[in-house]
């Protein structure tokens, strides 16, 4: 007589089915995850490599407004000078974190360049970029003083186009130093100055000496209340963050918000590096890059020497991204398996002037090799600075 139910034989057949069914979904679940790790992953890195290209680029293609146009037709001492601003500069110690090793950690040499790299001299190997532009609506007219001016005004043929609370740089062809100033009212034909800018004087010259030379010009930059004046570095620190500071230290001291502080801007970036796309004769078109390694060209020598800056008119630039998925590619924990290689090479085939190579290895340990990485690599035309190379 059959009786009803299933054997033990069908109980187990049932049971390992099951099990094998079981293992496929998990198997197709836990590829599924990962892909979608993997994928949410590279998607964080690409977002992240393109808003940093992009904070980049915007600082980079306005370097030299207000500045450069200084420097054409006559120069009048702007570039390469000594910066002397209030109590800001020159600076006693070093900057925050992670510029502290900017200039050797000697922040009162800063002088005024459009753009200076500096080599490794952020965190991790990465360089850090300087950017120093205004605002174009004063145009970057360097206005000739006429002399009789005090230690608190500047007497000029005329203050069209002023307005309180502009900063203005000060200075005159041969003199080392220039002055900061900030505009605290107007009196045409003078502009009083006074406020958190003002500066009274500097190792090689003082206000009132150069308010009463008519071999002495006003540079007219931006506004403080605005904040459109952009003196920055930028740089990655040890937890591959890419930062940003504000050496006049705008919102803090005008606006009273924030501190003497870096702001991050992007998390994920492993290293940045940069070189100088250099105009050699004269003619506004580029013609060779420049390492900040290179002889002649490390930033000592550069913000020295209005002469090579002139010729800077690029800028390019290597981001190199991680996912922030630790990846063990089908291995084990104990024995992951590499999803990238033991180096990664950014500025690959380019060459200096002298024809040496200018690419640059990144070596991964065993642990990065377990991370995804993109490398965004672009260059940056400095429209202020192929205006001044090639004249008007």
């Not at 496929?24 to 977002?47: C, F, P």
């Not at 090579?308 to 190199?320: F, G």
């Not at 060459?351 to 672009?378: D, H, K, M, W």
Request: aromatic share 6%; proline share 5%.
């Amino acid at each position: 007589m059959k009786q009803n139910g299933m054997t033990l034989v069908e109980l187990m057949v049932a049971m390992l089915i099951g099990l094998g069914i079981t293992l496929a979904i998990s198997s197709v679940l836990i590829g599924s995850e990962n892909h979608k790790r993997t994928t949410t992953s590279t998607n964080d890195a690409q977002q992240t490599g393109s808003y940093g290209y992009y904070a980049l680029d915007k600082a980079l293609r306005g370097a030299g407004s207000g500045i450069a146009e200084s420097a054409f037709p006559t120069d009048v001492g702007v570039l390469g000078c000594h910066l002397n601003a209030g109590a800001i500069f020159p600076r006693a110690g070093a900057f925050p974190a992670p510029f502290a090793a900017f200039l050797g950690g000697a922040a009162n040499t800063l002088r005024v360049a459009p753009v200076l790299i500096g080599k490794n001299q952020s965190l991790g190997g990465s360089d850090v970029i300087m950017v120093m532009s205004g605002s174009g609506s004063a145009g970057g007219v360097s206005r000739q003083i006429t002399g009789g001016g005090t230690a608190i005004t500047a007497t000029l043929d005329n203050t069209v186009g002023f307005a309180n609370n502009d900063l203005v740089l000060v200075s005159q062809s041969g003199v080392a130093d220039c002055l900061m100033e900030q505009v605290a009212a107007i009196a045409p034909p003078t502009l009083n100055l006074g406020g958190t800018y003002y500066t009274a004087t500097a190792a090689t010259t003082s206000m009132v000496g150069l308010a009463g030379s008519t071999s002495s010009y006003v540079t007219p930059i931006g506004n403080a209340a605005a904040n459109n004046v952009q003196f920055m570095l930028f740089g990655v620190d040890n937890n591959r963050t890419l930062f940003s500071y504000d050496l006049l230290q705008n919102l803090n001291l005008v606006a009273g918000a924030g501190a003497d502080s870096a702001q991050a801007i992007a998390d994920g970036v492993v290293q940045m590096n940069a070189l100088y796309g250099i105009d050699v004769n004269g003619d506004g078109i580029q013609d060779a890059w420049a390492g900040p390694g290179d002889p002649g060209w490390d930033i000592n020598t550069v913000m020295t020497t209005p002469v090579l800056m002139r010729q800077i008119v690029s800028v390019r630039i290597a981001l190199v991204v991680r996912g922030q998925y630790y990846d063990l590619n089908g291995g084990t924990a104990a024995a992951p398996k590499p999803v990238s290689p033991p180096t990664i090479t950014i500025f690959n085939g380019l060459v200096n002037g002298g024809g040496t190579s200018l690419a640059q290895p990144i070596n991964l340990n065993a642990t990065e090799q377990q991370f995804r990485y993109r490398v965004f690599e672009f260059t940056v035309p400095l429209r202020n600075m192929l205006l001044l190379a090639g004249g008007p």
